[in-house]
């Protein structure tokens, strides 16, 4: 087997142990299908912004937390607004804790999205390396459907 099948089957078994575990869905294959030669990283920049969005809202999080009168109305529109899969799943229970206005299980949702959103975005990196390295290789990307 050569370098590039190689990559390409390293490539589709982490994508699809990616969707197995709950960290892509049909979201993830929508972008795939808007790239093409035209706009050939669509995918990563939509991504590179999710990540970028996502700090930002967990920083916002963390901010709002630490208050001494703790709004959380404007905690549970930020968790709102985290995606990605298993993200989401964590800020149901947090907004949970926000409607009951519960500081320590707020707190501790807030850990476990920080710890899924580095999850998240560690294993998209890499996905995306197999990418770099399978196009640097001479090969095409397969698509997963």
Do not use: W
């Not at 920049?45 to 901010?63: C, G, Q």
């Not at 630490?66 to 995606?83: L, N, P």
């Amino acid at each position: 087997m050569d370098a590039v099948s190689q990559l390409q089957r390293q490539f589709v078994e982490h994508v699809t142990s990616l969707y197995r575990e709950g960290y892509l869905d049909d979201q993830f294959t929508q972008l795939q299908k808007q790239q093409d030669e035209s706009n050939p990283d669509f995918a990563v920049e939509v991504v590179t912004l999710f990540f970028e969005d996502s700090e930002k809202l967990l920083n916002n999080l963390a901010t709002a937390l630490q208050q001494e009168t703790i709004d959380y109305k404007q905690v549970d529109a930020h968790v709102h607004y985290i995606g990605a899969q298993r993200l989401k799943n964590v800020c149901v229970v947090f907004r949970n804790y926000c409607d009951e206005k519960n500081l320590d299980g707020c707190v501790v949702c807030l850990q476990q999205a920080k710890n899924e959103y580095l999850l998240v975005r560690n294993k998209l990196e890499a996905l995306f390396n197999l990418e770099q390295q399978i196009l640097q290789a001479g090969g095409s990307v397969p698509m997963i459907t």
